[in-house]
């Protein structure tokens, strides 16, 4: 519990800037990444035991017609740092050992 609070205080990344944090890939190859090794869904929303580990957590941001109403929420993921970290071992995990 005290990890997860822990984790709660770091900053959080989209996935955009968590790709451009690790430098070996972008965006949408980090996506499907994520999808091949079932860390995240068909519609890119991550598994919940992974949001319960503090890696993801699901952000909405409410989208307004002109008068003010609201429409829609559009869904995005947040990578923790330690999210960062995951992903990042899971890069390396995946590089040839001669490299």
Do not use: H
Not at 62 to 91: C, D, Q, W
């Amino acid at each position: 519990m005290i990890r997860n609070e822990k984790l709660q205080e770091g900053a959080w990344f989209t996935m955009a800037q968590t790709a451009k944090k690790i430098g070996k890939t972008g965006r949408n190859k980090l996506y499907k990444l994520l999808r091949e090794k079932g860390i995240i869904m068909k519609n890119n929303e991550p598994y919940q035991c992974y949001c319960d580990t503090g890696y993801f957590k699901m952000q909405f941001t409410p989208k307004y017609n002109k008068r003010g109403l609201f429409i829609t929420a559009f869904p995005s993921v947040l990578v923790s740092e330690a999210g960062v970290e995951f992903i990042e071992a899971l890069l390396k995990e995946m590089e040839p050992d001669n490299v």
